[in-house]
Structures are given as C-alpha cells and as structure tokens.
C-alpha cells in the first residue's frame, strides 16, 4: 500500500511530528454577585512579521502621499506658465496691434535665420534699407513675422524676449566686407 503525503515528508525529514496539545475544558461560567465592567482581551503583542507588514503599508502610503503632492505641484506650476504665456499673449497682441509695417506690395525677400532654419518676410525698397541699417526690426507674433519699428521690437522684446527675431546694429564700418543691402 501506498503511504501518506505526511508519512513520505515525515520519512524525508520534511516536516516534524506535530503532537496537538490537549485543549483545555471550558469553565462552568460563574455569576457573578454583582454586575462588574467587561473588560477588553488582553492585549497580544504583535509579532515581527505583522509589524513589517504594518511599516510595508506605512511606506506605500507615505510614497502615494508624496507622489500625489508631486502631481499636485506640478499641475498647479503647469497652470501658472500658462496663465503667464496668456498674459504675455494678450499683451503682445494690445502692443502691436495696428503697428506692423508689413506692405502689400513688397516684393524684396530679406533672409534671415530664425529657429535653426533660414527665413524670409518680404520687404519694400524703402524698408530694406532702414531694417539692415536697425531703424526696423522683426517681431514673431502668432505664427507670422511682423515688421516693426526698433521701439515697437525693444517693447515687445521686453514682454516677451523669444519675440523679437531680427534686430540688425547699425555699422560704421563693414568689417565683414559684406554689403548691407546685399539681397540673399
């Protein structure tokens, strides 16, 4: 015949002989003479593994509590940047609005590097002279290039510094031995 499960592990030195102890009989409960308070159960220590499990959980929420503050923090400096970018929009817009000194009729192409690209706003004869000298310069605003005055440029500069894209100085001396009205 076949053995046990727990006569195979006892043979292989798995597991122990276990003697139950013998219970103890319940007591007649006894009345009392006289009503008494109950009392709580005796307190049990707690043991090792139960007090791990208690800092376990302990941990995971002190690290929800922070990541969740961290999300909260970020959120609410998420929000504020684009309070500020909208302001500094509205603003923008208030400044320029009615100064661009675009024309219709220009048809000179004045080149220049914005964003790691080269780009170009059309020009007339008469302006592209006065933005290679400084008197003009070139304002990004909503997704288009403006032609402003140095004024116009040095304010919306002041609001938003990633605005202005071209501002020439003007030279006494071309050192470059490039010529200023060069078209390019």
């Known amino acids: 015949m076949s053995e046990s499960l727990r006569d195979q592990l006892l043979k292989s030195g798995l597991a122990r002989k276990f003697k139950p102890e ?16 109950a009392s709580a159960p005796p307190r049990r220590e707690r043991t090792e ?28 400096e998420a929000e504020q940047r684009a ?23 220009a048809d ?26 400084g008197e003009l310069a070139i ?6 290039y ?3 005055t140095r004024e116009i440029a040095q304010a919306a500069r002041e609001i938003d510094e990633a605005s202005l894209v071209l501002q020439c100085e003007a030279h006494d001396s071309a050192d470059d031995d490039v010529p200023s009205d060069l078209v390019w």
């Open 49 to 76: 593994r139960e007090r791990s499990e208690i800092d376990l959980a302990k941990a995971y929420a002190l690290r929800n509590n922070t990541e969740r503050a961290e999300r909260e923090r970020a959120q609410r």
């Open 139 to 144: 304002v990004q605003f909503a997704g288009r």
């Open 22 to 37: 013998p219970r103890p009989k319940p007591a007649a409960p006894q009345r009392p003479s006289a009503p008494q308070r």
């Open 83 to 105: 309070r500020e970018k909208k302001e500094r929009k509205q603003r923008l817009t208030a400044l320029l609005d009615g100064k661009a000194l675009n024309a219709e009729n």
């Open 108 to 133: 000179i192409p004045r080149h220049f590097p914005h964003a790691n690209k080269i780009r170009r706003i059309y020009v007339t004869a008469e302006q592209l002279p006065r933005l290679n000298g």
């Open 146 to 148: 403006l032609l402003v």
